[in-house]
T-cell receptor, first 114, second 114 residues
Framework: KQEVTQIPAALSVPEGENLVLNCSFTDSAIYNLQWFRQDPGKGLTSLLLIQSSQREQTSGRLNASLDKSSGRSTLYIAASQPGDSATYLCAVPRIKAAGNKLTFGGGTRVLVKP | ETGVTQSPTHLIKTRGQQVTLRCSSQSGHNTVSWYQQALGQGPQFIFQYYREEENGRGNFPPRFSGLQFPNYSSELNVNALELDDSALYLC?????????????FGPGTRLTVL
């Protein structure tokens, strides 16, 4: 059974500081790993998807790394802004199962203070 | 905007009642997945439909059932509602059920059971 853990559960930083969000998973047999953003009471917005063959993926101020052998992914957000305040979730397709059903971590709730 | 829509936005029911939630996938997407997200937690996989057939189910009882229609719409039905069913329900569509396919999430339906 795949288990996904995100630490810390909550994070508060001053504006301008870099954010480092961690995600760990128990089984390295994954197709890919996806990072999502969720604003309060809203749906999920996909930020980055890293294929299992990749080591990192970048989009603007966001950079995600993947180390399958150690079961870890890290999302870096450079020069944080108050608009980055949200919950960030990582997810992997469920292993040894057909299809792309996702197992999610519990999320990291981020507050960027002006 | 992911092109995935859900209705209604909010819903209040009482214990024991039945509810139907609806999702409209992106055109051409043959796969729809449903997730339940309790407050402060990551989404949990309920089930997936591929070409109108159930294609995997999470750890949810049979009173959670679904349908997928040829016009890329789908339904989640929950019978005999319990207080613990209060959650945000998310649907996600993808082109195929394969492990590498990106899922696109709708904005969710907030269900409150009193």
């Amino acid at each position: 059974k795949q288990e996904v853990t995100q630490i810390p559960a909550a994070l508060s930083v001053p504006e301008g500081e870099n954010l480092v969000l961690n995600c760990s998973f128990t089984d390295s047999a994954i197709y890919n790993l996806q990072w999502f953003r969720q604003d309060p009471g809203k749906g999920l917005t996909s930020l980055l998807l890293i294929q299992s063959s990749q080591r990192e993926q970048t989009s603007g101020r966001l950079n995600a790394s993947l180390d399958k052998s150690s079961g870890r992914s890290t999302l870096y957000i450079a020069a944080s802004q108050p608009g980055d305040s949200a919950t960030y979730l990582c997810a992997v397709p469920r292993i040894k199962a057909a299809g792309n059903k996702l197992t999610f971590g519990g999320g990291t709730r981020v507050l960027v203070k002006p | 905007e992911t092109g995935v829509t859900q209705s209604p936005t909010h819903l209040i029911k009482t214990r024991g009642q039945q509810v139907t939630l609806r999702c409209s996938s992106q055109s051409g997407h043959n796969t729809v997945s449903w997730y339940q997200q309790a407050l402060g937690q990551g989404p949990q996989f309920i089930f997936q439909y591929y070409r109108e057939e159930e294609n995997g189910r999470g750890n949810f009882p049979p009173r959670f059932s679904g349908l997928q229609f040829p016009n890329y719409s789908s339904e989640l039905n929950v019978n005999a509602l319990e207080l613990d069913d209060s959650a945000l329900y998310l649907c996600a569509s993808s082109l195929r059920a394969g492990g590498a396919d990106t899922q696109y999430f709708g904005p969710g339906t907030r269900l409150t059971v009193l």
